[in-house]
């Protein structure tokens, strides 16, 4: 194997390996998620937010954790928001209205940490995908090139 062919398989397999851990580690929190103890909570927001095409639901909650009044934004593990074109960010602000009671699940380990839909979910699995399909192409090309 020549050089230039060490330089292309250390610059993808590197970083798609640390997007492997990433989305591992994200994974297994999603996991724990679901035996994370769950509190009463109420919506105290529940919106859509229009950036251009895209669409993001911001929905936030109140709830009780280690004797303090917290807020969560989260709708599961993972980033505070996702934006999406078309309905989806309505049909998620549907299911969440403002003062409506609902079941937050709180990380044991950080209370300010919450979601309201604990477990993984399909968005999970796309770090460890691209990670995949990324080493996948590499060790072709590194075979191709041999």
């Known amino acids: 194997m020549n050089r230039s062919s060490l330089i292309v398989l250390a610059t993808t397999v590197v970083p798609a390996l640390l997007l492997l851990v990433w989305g591992v580690r994200f994974i297994r929190r999603a996991r724990a998620s679901l035996d994370w103890p769950v509190v ?4 105290t927001e529940s919106r859509v937010l229009r950036q251009g ?3 993001s639901p911001r929905v936030s909650y ?4 280690a004797a303090r009044p917290q807020v969560g934004y989260r709708l599961w593990v993972g980033p505070r928001s996702i934006s999406a074109s078309g309905p989806w960010a309505d049909r998620v602000v549907a299911r969440y209205p403002v003062g409506a009671a609902v079941q ?4 044991p380990n950080d209370p300010a940490y919450a979601v309201l839909e604990a477990g993984p979910r399909a968005i999970h699995w796309l ?3 691209v990670a995949v399909l990324f080493v996948a192409v590499t060790g072709f090309m590194a075979v191709i090139a041999i």
Do not use: K
């Open 62 to 65: 109140g709830y009780v954790a």
């Open 40 to 43: 009463a909570g109420t919506i």
């Open 127 to 129: 770090p460890v995908a």
């Open 104 to 107: 937050v699940a709180v990380d």
């Open 53 to 55: 095409n895209t669409r």
